[in-house]
C-alpha cells in the first residue's frame, strides 16, 4: 500500500519520517479560502481534506495524507502572515494571552473508497513579551510561513509559556493522530508510538512536559 503527503511543508515531511513508512511527497492543487462563517475547527478540517482530496482524484488507488494547521484567538482564525506587519499584528495580539492550535489530519483514497478526517486541538499560553521581543523575532523571519506567526520548534519556543495538547499538532502534524487513521485504513505504523513520545525527537520538544 502507497502513502503519500500532500504538502509542501518541510516540517510534516520531517515529522512523517518519523513514522518509519515510505512515502511520496506531491503539492496539492488547493488554494486555500476561508469560508464565510465557518468556525477555525471548519476551515482547518476543510483544508486538509481538500488537500488530500487533491492528490487523491489524480492517484485514486493510493492513501493520500493532507494535513493544515490553524490558530483561533478569541473565536477568529490566524493563518500565516501576509508579510511582516501581518506577523507583526499576529505576534502583538498573542502576547500575554492562550489561545487554540489546530491541526487536521485527513487521510482520502478514491478506490476503494476511505475518507477520515481528525483534529488535534492543543492550548498554547504565550509569554508577556515586549514590542523589542516582537522586532527581534520579525528579524529572524521565521515567522514567514507560519500559522500564528510563529514556530514552538524554533526561535518562537521562546514566547510561550506552557502547552496542554499535542506538541507535534502544535508543530503541524500529531503523529498520533496520523498512525490512528493509518491504522484504520490498514496501514499500521512499524514504530511505538508511546516510546516515539516520550524519546521526544524533535527540536524544542523535551521543552515542553505536555504530549
Not at 60 to 77: A, F, H, K, N, R
Request: hydrophobic content about 45%.
Amino acid at each position: 500500500m502507497q502513502l503519500i503527503l500532500a504538502s509542501t511543508s518541510p516540517r510534516r515531511c520531517e515529522l512523517l519520517a518519523l513514522l518509519d513508512i515510505p512515502f511520496e511527497i506531491i503539492a496539492p492543487n488547493f488554494e486555500e479560502v476561508p469560508q464565510p462563517g465557518w468556525s477555525p475547527r471548519q476551515q482547518v478540517e476543510y483544508f486538509a481534506h481538500e488537500k488530500a482530496r487533491s492528490i487523491a482524484i489524480a492517484r485514486p488507488t493510493v492513501l493520500v495524507l493532507g494535513s493544515d494547521t490553524v490558530i483561533e484567538l478569541d473565536g477568529q482564525m490566524l493563518g500565516k502572515p501576509v508579510d511582516l506587519a501581518d506577523a507583526r499584528a499576529m505576534l502583538t495580539r498573542l502576547a500575554g494571552r492562550p489561545h487554540y492550535v489546530h491541526t487536521a489530519v485527513a487521510l482520502c483514497r478514491q478506490a476503494p473508497h476511505h475518507e477520515a478526517v481528525a483534529v488535534s486541538t492543543a492550548t498554547v499560553q504565550m509569554k508577556a513579551y515586549d514590542e523589542a521581543a516582537v522586532e527581534r523575532y520579525l528579524a529572524t523571519q521565521e515567522p514567514m510561513g507560519k500559522a500564528g506567526a510563529y514556530s514552538i520548534q524554533g526561535a518562537g519556543g521562546e514566547f510561550i509559556e506552557t502547552i496542554c495538547g499535542d506538541f507535534l499538532g502544535i508543530v503541524g502534524l500529531s503523529l498520533r493522530t496520523v498512525a490512528t487513521l493509518l491504522a484504520d485504513a490498514g496501514m499500521p505504523v512499524p514504530v511505538d508510538i508511546d516510546a516515539l513520545y516520550r524519546a521526544k525527537p524533535y527540536p524544542n520538544w523535551a521543552r515542553f512536559t505536555h504530549d
